[in-house]
């Protein structure tokens, strides 16, 4: 895998982290104010003053590494940590995807299939806490549900909502027991000279970067298995479907990439440049145990994103035995 370029990286990312660590020295002496918003705004003097109140409500504001709230005040060595949107507040509204309801694919009483676009968590992240499909999905049904199972915020494709308190019980132990088919089509550039291969690399934190994981041998991490097939390719770039064994952080990312094959538009792991990440999570197929049946979803074709239009994916899911 080629070597990672930390500044792409960091540009990828839709905030700004800003960390300060406060010792008893500065609270003594008085350098530091009591309150965490009069802090945020002699530190940070390019953020409006009068912004701060809808800037916690959003989220990113962290005081001992915990959310911190608008009345917050330092009265102790501390650690102070403030993620800084890269839009301004008013644009952040129109830069998250909005929800529609054609993302609900399939419901009844147990679950929904439900479609996450790209740019929009799966649930709140540590930027921000407002636009994630969880919040979303708990607005439209109007009660706590429960996602068994994430999508990287820059992939997009079919996630499994369950609706009941049994079927999420039934499906944390599906995941964990690997009876979830999940499959993922992804482009990738060069094209693999092989039609099919098992990828079987361990994954463990990167220490170069805290967002980053890295393939490293078996036995050193946490056990990673991908089983990829090469469907078709045009030009220089091939169409892929991946099935993750296991379910670890970007591991089809970065099985690809330690392979040779980064998937287009990969800020992380070297992935050739394009305005969004050649992933997605395509098909769904498990046994409901309330219907008593095999369910199979593929994304439908409105949904699909632009680049994945160029194949052919009429004969994606392997057919069961």
Same mark, same amino acid.
């Given at each position: 895998?080629?070597?990672?370029?930390?500044?792409?990286?960091?540009?990828?990312?839709?905030?700004?982290?800003?960390?300060?660590?406060?010792?008893?020295?500065?609270?003594?002496?008085?350098?530091?104010?009591?309150?965490?918003?009069?802090?945020?705004?002699?530190?940070?003097?390019?953020?409006?003053?009068?912004?701060?109140?809808?800037?916690?409500?959003?989220?990113?504001?962290?005081?001992?590494?915990?959310?911190?709230?608008?009345?917050?005040?330092? @009265?102790?060595?501390?650690?102070?940590?403030?993620?800084? +949107?890269?839009?301004?507040?008013?644009?952040?509204?129109?830069?998250?995807?909005?929800?529609?309801?054609?993302?609900?694919?399939?419901?009844?009483?147990?679950?929904? @299939?439900?479609?996450? +676009?790209?740019?929009?968590?799966?649930?709140?992240?540590?930027?921000?806490?407002?636009?994630?499909?969880?919040?979303?999905?708990?607005?439209?049904?109007?009660?706590?549900?429960?996602?068994?199972?994430?999508?990287?915020?820059?992939?997009?494709?079919?996630? @499994?909502?369950?609706?009941?308190?049994?079927?999420?019980?039934?499906?944390?132990?599906?995941?964990?027991?690997?009876?979830?088919?999940?499959?993922?089509?992804?482009?990738?550039?060069?094209?693999? +000279?092989?039609?099919?291969?098992?990828?079987?690399?361990?994954?463990?934190?990167?220490?170069?970067?805290?967002?980053?994981?890295?393939?490293?041998?078996?036995?050193?991490?946490?056990?990673?298995?991908?089983?990829?097939?090469?469907?078709?390719?045009?030009?220089?770039?091939?169409?892929?479907?991946?099935?993750?064994?296991?379910?670890?952080?970007?591991?089809?990312?970065?099985?690809?990439?330690?392979?040779?094959?980064?998937?287009?538009?990969?800020?992380?792991?070297?992935?050739?440049?394009?305005?969004?990440?050649?992933?997605?999570?395509?098909? @769904?197929?498990?046994?409901?145990?309330?219907?008593?049946?095999?369910?199979?979803?593929?994304?439908?074709?409105?949904?699909?994103?632009?680049?994945?239009?160029?194949?052919?994916?009429?004969?994606?899911?392997?057919?069961?035995?």
């Amino acid at each position: 895998m080629k070597e990672i370029d930390e500044r792409r990286v960091a540009d990828s990312f839709f905030s700004k982290h800003w960390l300060w660590q406060i010792g008893s020295e500065e609270l003594a002496s008085g350098v530091v104010s009591p309150s965490v918003i009069d802090e945020l705004a002699r530190r940070l003097p390019h953020i409006a003053r009068d912004s701060w109140s809808d800037r916690f409500e959003l989220g990113g504001v962290y005081l001992a590494g915990r959310s911190a709230h608008v009345e917050a005040r330092i @009265i102790e060595p501390s650690r102070l940590e403030y993620y800084e +949107p890269k839009l301004s507040l008013e644009a952040l509204s129109s830069w998250y995807p909005a929800f529609s309801t054609e993302w609900i694919l399939h419901r009844d009483d147990d679950l929904a @299939i439900v479609y996450k +676009p790209s740019r929009l968590p799966t649930t709140a992240a540590r930027d921000q806490r407002r636009y994630n499909l969880g919040e979303y999905l708990s607005l439209h049904f109007g009660r706590p549900i429960h996602l068994p199972s994430r999508l990287d915020t820059a992939v997009s494709g079919l996630l @499994i909502c369950s609706l009941s308190e049994r079927m999420n019980r039934y499906l944390q132990k599906a995941y964990e027991r690997r009876w979830v088919e999940k499959y993922y089509l992804a482009e990738t550039s060069p094209v693999p +000279p092989w039609l099919s291969r098992s990828v079987d690399w361990d994954i463990a934190r990167d220490p170069r970067h805290p967002v980053l994981r890295r393939c490293v041998e078996v036995g050193q991490g946490e056990r990673a298995l991908t089983e990829i097939v090469r469907l078709s390719s045009v030009s220089q770039s091939a169409l892929l479907r991946a099935k993750p064994v296991t379910g670890r952080t970007h591991q089809i990312r970065l099985h690809l990439s330690t392979e040779g094959f980064p998937i287009i538009g990969d800020p992380y792991y070297a992935g050739a440049i394009s305005e969004d990440l050649h992933l997605v999570s395509y098909a @769904i197929r498990f046994y409901h145990p309330y219907t008593r049946s095999m369910f199979s979803l593929e994304l439908p074709k409105e949904l699909q994103p632009k680049w994945l239009r160029e194949f052919d994916t009429s004969s994606v899911l392997p057919v069961l035995d």
